[in-house]
């Protein structure tokens, strides 16, 4: 299986910043690596898949990059709504694998 | 807007068994494979199973092969699992999810159901 290891698991930021999410695949994925927020009582929302493709709704200030076992996700002049559980899911191969997620909370 | 919304969890003692359900509105249910996560508590997402739109082909992850049952009925818009020989370890939330066609990502999601597996 290709174990996905995410970083940090906590991020503490301030509305206006910007923040970075690492995701480190163990093998190779290829471009196939997208990425979820997740909050509380609502269903998970896809934000950005084969690395960089942002999913239709996704403000702009989101943006992914990396290929190979290297990933990023980007967020710019965050937003209070920006706030939540981030989640890296690799698409390449099954089983589908996720890493361990992400609190990004207001500083 | 497409829709995904889960029942059937609650708590059940070990060794027994469970069918948590995904009704779909809102799109075409039999044109999209769809699959069933779990989250214990605190924990991360863990891919389950999946099955095609005409259920001719299912996969499962090696943690459930044997055990849980993924199914569905293209008429009632509804995707179960069956959950057997429940352990303490599948005490978690269950999601479906609708893939987005032929890419192994979710564009929609359900809120989950949660599922104790308790004495």
């Known amino acids: 299986d290709v174990q996905m290891t995410q970083s940090p698991s906590n991020l503490a930021a301030s509305p206006g910043e910007s923040v970075s999410i690492n995701c480190k695949a163990s093998?190779?994925?290829?471009?196939?690596l997208a990425w979820y927020q997740q909050k509380p009582g609502k269903p998970n929302k896809l934000l950005i898949y084969s690395g960089s493709t942002l999913q239709s709704g996704t403000p702009s200030r989101f943006s992914g990059s990396g290929s190979g076992t290297d990933f990023t996700l980007t967020i710019r002049n965050l937003e209070p709504e920006d706030f939540g559980l981030y989640y890296c899911?690799?698409?390449?191969?099954?089983?589908?694998?996720f890493g361990s997620g992400t609190k990004l909370e207001i500083k | 807007e497409a829709q995904l919304v889960e029942s059937g969890g609650g708590l059940v003692q070990p060794g027994s068994s469970l069918k948590v359900s995904c009704v779909a509105s809102g799109f075409t249910f039999s044109s999209y494979v769809m699959h069933w996560f779990r989250q214990a508590p605190e924990s991360g997402i863990e891919w389950l199973a999946y099955?095609?739109?005409?259920?001719?082909?299912?996969h499962y992850a090696e943690a459930v092969k044997g055990r849980f049952t993924i199914s569905r009925d293209n008429a009632k818009n509804t995707v179960d699992m069956q959950l057997s020989s429940l352990r303490s370890e599948d005490t978690a939330t269950y999601f479906c999810?609708?893939?987005?066609?032929?890419?192994?990502?979710?564009?929609?999601w359900g809120q989950g159901v949660m599922v104790t597996v308790s004495s």
């Open positions: 093998k190779s994925i290829s471009k196939y």
């Open positions: 099955i095609t739109p005409d259920s001719s082909n299912t």
């Open positions: 899911q690799q698409h390449n191969e099954y089983p589908l694998t």
């Open positions: 999810g609708r893939e987005m066609t032929i890419t192994a990502v979710f564009e929609y």
